[in-house]
């Protein structure tokens, strides 16, 4: 691929980025490889083109403290092959490439996680920071992150919990025993989160996650560990556990408040 081609997506789609944050970083160069990298503050883009093959590739991977973790996945491929003096596909690859990172869900989100910061500073735990912190648990969480926004362009609290989370804490209660330090772990964990996290953590985490968990390993190995809030939080959530409830005044209730109480019962 012509230099000035690749420049011109990677300006192109830098463009696109900057508007959600990202910033163009240095990339460790590969042999045979052309490579820019974009970092926000949890997910990474790469533009790749890989000389041998023709082909230049949109990929992303996850954010950590000492930069991205390079466990890169491919979201958008092209072949780039033209003929001297041609500029064939050039824009359809930029095309591409922008929308694969600006569609307007990415962009909704965006701006619906600004709003958020800008009303509370303070208190800005919200779902995709808890997420975060369970991934310092299980790793391996981050790439289920990365796949649920490359498919969903944002992250769907309640479904990414009961589908990726739930299973993991489930299997480490079930393998653990009561004063171990994984499930000593995961007690701190919930007990920071729910009192430092926003409404929607706090519904997410007693409503979804703990009453989606064996009742019995929960008293038994978690509640023991939890701080008095938390273990108050629990208590309120196992009332609603097996109700339909709708709330009283929908329009006050919180987005995802509100569908964890319409979908508890499903869930059951």
């Given at each position: 691929?012509?230099?000035?081609?690749?420049?011109?997506?990677?300006?192109?789609?830098?463009?696109?980025?900057?508007?959600?944050?990202?910033?163009?970083?240095?990339?460790?160069?590969?042999?045979?490889?052309?490579m820019?990298?974009?970092?926000?503050?949890n997910?990474?883009?790469?533009?790749?083109?890989t000389?041998?093959?023709?082909?230049?590739?949109?990929k992303?991977?996850?954010?950590?403290?000492?930069?991205?973790?390079?466990?890169?996945?491919?979201?958008?491929?092209?072949l780039?092959?033209?003929?001297?003096g041609?500029?064939?596909?050039?824009?359809?690859?930029?095309?591409?490439?922008?929308?694969?990172?600006?569609g307007?869900?990415?962009?909704?989100?965006?701006?619906?996680a600004?709003?958020?910061?800008?009303?509370n500073?303070?208190?800005?735990a919200?779902?995709?920071?808890?997420f975060?912190?369970?991934?310092?648990?299980?790793?391996?969480?981050?790439?289920?992150?990365?796949?649920?926004?490359?498919?969903?362009?944002?992250?769907?609290?309640?479904?990414?919990?009961?589908?990726?989370?739930?299973?993991?804490?489930?299997?480490?209660?079930?393998?653990?025993?009561?004063?171990?330090?994984?499930?000593?772990?995961?007690?701190?964990?919930?007990?920071?989160?729910?009192?430092?996290?926003?409404?929607?953590?706090?519904?997410?985490?007693?409503?979804?996650?703990?009453?989606?968990?064996?009742?019995?390993?929960?008293?038994?190995?978690?509640?023991?560990?939890?701080?008095?809030?938390?273990?108050?939080?629990y208590?309120?959530?196992?009332?609603?556990?097996?109700?339909?409830?709708?709330?009283?005044?929908?329009?006050?209730?919180?987005?995802?408040?509100?569908?964890?109480?319409?979908?508890?019962?499903?869930?059951?």
């Amino acid at each position: 691929m012509e230099q000035k081609a690749f420049d011109l997506i990677v300006s192109k789609l830098g463009e696109a980025l900057e508007k959600q944050e990202f910033k163009r970083i240095a990339a460790e160069p590969e042999d045979g490889v052309r490579m820019e990298v974009f970092a926000g503050e949890n997910l990474a883009y790469a533009v790749m083109y890989t000389m041998k093959t023709k082909r230049i590739e949109l990929k992303t991977c996850a954010m950590t403290d000492d930069g991205p973790d390079k466990n890169w996945k491919s979201i958008s491929s092209w072949l780039y092959d033209p003929q001297e003096g041609e500029d064939a596909d050039v824009e359809s690859i930029i095309n591409d490439f922008c929308e694969t990172v600006e569609g307007p869900k990415r962009v909704a989100a965006l701006q619906t996680a600004k709003k958020k910061r800008s009303k509370n500073e303070e208190n800005n735990a919200d779902p995709v920071f808890m997420f975060n912190r369970f991934a310092n648990i299980y790793p391996e969480l981050r790439m289920d992150l990365i796949d649920e926004r490359s498919t969903y362009a944002t992250v769907r609290p309640i479904a990414f919990t009961r589908a990726h989370i739930l299973p993991r804490v489930q299997g480490t209660l079930s393998s653990s025993a009561p004063e171990s330090q994984p499930v000593q772990r995961l007690a701190e964990l919930c007990n920071d989160l729910y009192e430092n996290g926003d409404f929607d953590v706090r519904a997410i985490l007693t409503m979804v996650l703990l009453n989606g968990l064996d009742e019995t390993a929960v008293k038994e190995k978690l509640v023991p560990h939890f701080s008095d809030d938390m273990q108050k939080g629990y208590k309120a959530g196992l009332k609603m556990r097996g109700k339909k409830v709708k709330p009283e005044k929908v329009k006050k209730q919180s987005r995802v408040v509100a569908e964890a109480l319409k979908n508890n019962q499903g869930a059951r």
